[in-house]
């Protein structure tokens, strides 16, 4: 019963897994964005952003804590 649902899902997971994806900007929603396409499977995973992780950073960006503060984003 769930042999098609299985052999579409694997499918589905090998695109996944080769599609190489490009975040541009890491901010409240970039930043968001990549931590869920990485949660997802993405392998291939690319970030663009310019800026440096700052203090009002913390409260709604996922990727960065305090020990991020000073850093470029894409290093963080």
């Known amino acids: 019963m769930y042999e098609r649902h299985e052999q579409l899902l694997s499918q589905c997971m090998e695109k996944i897994k080769k599609t190489k994806v490009l975040v541009a900007g890491l901010g ?4 968001t964005v990549l931590n869920l ?3 997802t499977g993405f392998e291939h995973l690319y970030a663009v952003d310019h800026k440096i992780v700052d ?5 709604r960006q996922i990727l960065y804590d305090h020990g991020d503060l000073g ?3 894409v290093d963080a």
Do not use: C, F, V
Not at 28 to 31: I, K, Y
Not at 55 to 59: A, G, H, K
């Open 28 to 31: 409240g929603l970039g930043s």
């Open 37 to 39: 396409l990485a949660r």
């Open 55 to 59: 203090e009002p950073d913390l409260n």
């Open 71 to 73: 850093r470029r984003k």
